[in-house]
C-alpha cells in the first residue's frame, strides 16, 4: 500500500459503492410469484435474507436485506442487480467466484461469497420445485 | 487536528500539539546553541541542554505533584511500563516472584508481564466487575507473601474508568509490595497527584497531553531509593535507568505539555463533560447503545458505546468520516476484538460494535453535532438493512 493508501478506507471501490448504496435493498412482500431465502445466523456474525420475484422463466426483480461486514452487503447487493431479468438457466450459472473477481472481494471473505450463493441456490431451488411456469408451457401440453 | 474533513474523536489514542508546545519544541529545535548533548556538561552547549532539561524536570515534577528526581525520561509509556514491570520486578526478584495485574490493562503492562512469566514469575490477573473497576478488595486478596508488585492504571484507555489508586495504594504499602500505575491517560484528563497515590512507579506520556509523541517519563520513588534494573544500557543516563541521549525538545514539549494541561485543567474537564454528555445524549437516542464502563468514577473525555443490531465492521465503515477507536481490530494492529470490553462481560460480537469517542481540548459542539448526524445516518441505515 502507498502512503497514500492509507488515507482512504480499506475496501475496493465497487464493495464501497455498494455498501454505501445497495441496490434492492429491502424484503419483497410474500405472493405466489415471491422466492425468498434466509442464510446464516445473526449470531455468528452474518444473516442474509433474499428474496426474488418471477415470472415465468425469469426473475423480474430481487431485493436483499443482511446484518454482516461490508463485503456481504455489497455482495448481496451486487447479486440483487445481477438477477434482475435473468432466466432460471443464467442464473444456475451465476458464479461467486466471478463476482469475488469483479467486487474485488479478498480470499479470506470469500465465505461471504458463498453465504449469497446459498441463499440464490436456495431461491433456485423453490423455483424449480414450482415446475414449469404453465404460460412457458409449449400449447396443448 | 483532523485529516481534511474528517472529524477527530480519537484523543485518547493521541493529541494534536498544544501551539505553545509547539513554539517551545520550535524554539529549542531553531537555537543551535541549545541543541548540545546535555550529557556533555563539560562544555557550555552541554550545560545549556542539561539546564533545560533539569528546569523541564522540575516543571513536570510540580505539574504531577511528584518529587522531580523521581523522572526517568522515556520514549514513551510503552518503554516506562516495560521499564517499570520488568525492571522491578527483575531487580527485586529476591523479595518474590509473584505479580498482579488486572486484565484490562494495557498491552503494554500485560506484554511485559508475559515476559517475566516465561522467566519463571507467576502473574495474577484481576478481572474487574462489569463497570470496569477493580475493587480494591480484590487486589488485597490476591497478595501472597511473594508478591513483589502490584500494576494498575489511573486511567483506562478503552473505556475511560478511574481505578482507586490511593486506595490500592495504601493496600501495597500495608503489604510491604511495590505498586506500578501505568498513568499514560491521566495528566489533563484528571488531577494527577503521585504523591496522594502511594505508589512506587507512575508511567506517563505527552502525546495523551497535547504533547509531542516519542517521550515520556516513569517516575521512580526516589526515597528510600527504588531498585529498577535498566532495560537499555549504554551511556548511564538518568541516573542509569535509561541510557541513551536525552531528547532535549521532546521533553521541554512535554514539560510545556503538563504546564498548560494543569493551568487549563478545569476548562478542559468541564468543556470535555458538556461535550461527551450532548454525545451521550444523541447517541442515547438512537436506542440501542449501551455506554461501557462505570457511569461516574470516569473521565469525561471517553465515551465507549456498544451499539446494538449493528456489525461491528459495518458499523466503522458506515462511520466513515468519523475519526474514532473501535472495539475491534481491524483498524488497528491487533487481530482480535477488544480484550478490554472482552474482559467486561461483552461478547466478541458486541465488543466488535461497540465505538470509542474520545474529545479533548479543540472538539467543538458543532463536532459532535456532525459526528452524530454521521453515527445516525449510518446506524439507522444498518439497523433497517438488516433482515427482521
Not at chain 2, 495504594?169 to 497527584?193: F, M, T, W, Y
Amino acid at each position: 500500500m502507498t502512503a497514500s493508501g492509507y488515507t482512504r478506507a480499506p475496501y475496493p471501490p465497487g464493495v464501497l459503492e455498494h455498501f454505501f448504496r445497495p441496490r434492492g435493498a429491502g424484503r419483497l412482500g410474500s405472493g405466489p410469484n415471491i422466492l425468498e431465502a434466509r442464510v446464516g445466523e445473526r449470531r455468528l456474525g452474518a444473516e442474509l435474507l433474499l428474496t426474488v420475484e418471477v415470472q415465468g422463466n425469469r426473475a423480474v426483480r430481487a431485493a436483499f436485506s443482511a446484518y454482516g461486514c461490508p463485503y456481504l452487503i455489497a455482495a448481496a447487493s451486487d447479486l440483487v442487480e445481477h438477477v434482475a431479468g435473468r432466466t432460471q438457466d443464467e442464473l444456475g450459472h451465476w458464479k461467486w467466484r466471478a463476482q469475488a473477481e469483479r467486487l474485488e472481494i479478498p480470499t479470506e471473505r470469500f465465505n461471504r461469497l458463498l453465504l449469497v450463493e446459498d441463499a440464490l441456490t436456495a431461491c433456485l431451488a423453490q423455483w424449480r420445485a414450482r415446475g414449469p411456469d404453465p404460460r412457458s408451457r409449449p400449447a396443448g401440453s | 487536528m483532523n485529516g481534511g474533513d474528517e472529524l477527530y474523536f480519537d484523543y485518547a489514542a493521541t493529541t494534536p500539539v498544544d501551539p505553545a508546545v509547539a513554539a517551545r519544541m520550535a524554539t529549542c529545535l531553531a537555537d543551535r546553541t541549545l541543541q548540545g548533548n546535555a550529557s556533555s556538561i563539560g562544555h557550555r552547549a552541554g550545560r545549556r541542554a542539561r539546564a533545560l532539561v533539569e528546569e523541564a524536570r522540575l516543571q513536570i515534577g510540580a505539574a504531577i505533584a511528584a518529587d522531580a528526581r523521581g523522572i526517568v525520561f522515556t520514549s514513551g509509556a510503552t518503554e516506562a511500563d516495560n521499564l517499570a514491570v520488568i525492571g522491578a520486578a527483575r531487580f527485586n526478584a529476591h523479595r518474590g516472584r509473584h505479580l498482579v495485574s488486572a486484565k484490562t490493562e494495557h498491552k503494554a503492562v500485560l506484554d511485559a508481564l508475559a515476559v517475566l512469566t516465561r522467566e519463571g514469575f507467576e502473574v495474577t490477573l484481576l478481572k474487574p466487575a462489569l463497570d470496569g473497576l477493580v475493587d480494591p478488595v480484590q487486589v488485597a486478596q490476591a497478595l501472597r507473601p511473594d508478591t513483589v508488585l502490584v500494576s494498575l492504571m489511573h486511567v483506562n484507555n478503552e473505556i475511560g474508568v478511574v481505578q482507586d489508586i490511593a486506595a490500592v495504594g495504601r493496600i501495597c504499602r500495608e503489604r510491604n509490595v511495590l505498586l506500578h500505575v501505568d498513568a499514560a491517560q491521566s495528566v489533563g484528563k484528571l488531577p494527577v497527584d503521585v504523591r496522594a497515590m502511594s505508589a512506587d512507579l507512575v508511567s506517563f506520556s505527552a502525546h495523551k497531553a497535547y504533547g509531542p509523541k516519542g517521550v515520556g517519563l516513569l517516575w521512580v520513588r526516589p526515597e528510600p531509593r527504588l531498585g529498577v534494573e535498566p532495560l537499555l544500557r549504554g551511556g548511564g543516563q538518568e541516573n542509569g535507568l535509561r541510557s541513551g541521549t536525552l531528547a532535549t525538545h521532546q521533553i521541554v514539549g512535554m514539560a510545556e505539555a503538563f504546564i498548560v494541561a494543569r493551568r487549563e485543567l478545569e476548562r478542559d474537564v468541564a468543556a470535555a463533560r458538556d461535550l461527551a454528555q450532548r454525545l451521550l445524549a444523541g447517541l442515547a437516542a438512537l436506542g440501542g447503545v449501551e455506554l461501557n464502563g462505570h457511569p461516574d468514577q470516569r473521565v469525561p473525555g471517553i465515551v465507549n458505546v456498544t451499539v446494538h443490531g449493528v456489525e461491528g465492521e459495518s458499523l466503522r465503515l458506515a462511520l466513515d468520516g468519523i475519526a474514532l477507536s473501535s472495539g475491534s481490530a481491524c483498524a488497528s494492529s491487533s487481530p482480535e476484538a477488544s480484550y478490554v470490553l472482552r474482559g467486561l462481560g461483552r461478547t466478541d460480537a458486541l465488543a466488535e460494535s461497540s465505538l470509542r469517542f474520545s474529545l479533548g481540548r479543540y472538539t467543538t459542539a458543532a463536532e459532535v453535532d456532525a459526528a452524530l448526524a454521521i453515527a445516525a445516518r449510518g446506524i439507522e441505515r444498518l439497523r433497517a438493512l438488516a433482515p427482521a
